[in-house]
């Protein structure tokens, strides 16, 4: 049997880009979303786009939040977010984004990736203070 889902908890799709082979970030993630109360599904390491945006549009979450160490995660976000955003049925999705989005600086690419659709960026918040007051607020808001 399902437990019941309480009103406050989120359905939340952690993931990798295409090319980020790493997973102690995900685990890291998801236990600390977990810890605040809410649902996760690791997708995993090197997912490919088609899978992440395939697992949005059946699993229908509250949140994805993609991560990267590899450093590709500027190039790789661009183009998962524009394949996530050109489905109608995606386009209210909150889509977080961080870790190592650049192997030399990310000066001027947080407002591309803001532009493209991302929600909000995460890059130097090694205790996830800014991200799990975001979390935090979107428990706050009605859906």
Known sequence: ??????????????????????????????????????RVRNLGACVPDDEV???????????????????HGFADGLRLITALRSHDDLRGLPVVIGGKLGISGTAGVHGELLDAGYDALFEDDPELTRFLGFLGALVAVPR
């Open 1 to 38: 049997m399902l437990a019941a889902r309480c009103p406050e908890q989120l359905d939340v799709v952690v993931t990798s880009t295409a090319s980020d082979s790493h997973t102690w970030n995900l685990v890291y993630l998801q236990l600390a979303i977990e810890e605040a109360g809410h």
């Open 53 to 71: 945006v395939d697992e949005c549009l059946t699993g229908r979450p509250d949140l994805l939040v993609v991560s990267s160490v590899n450093g």
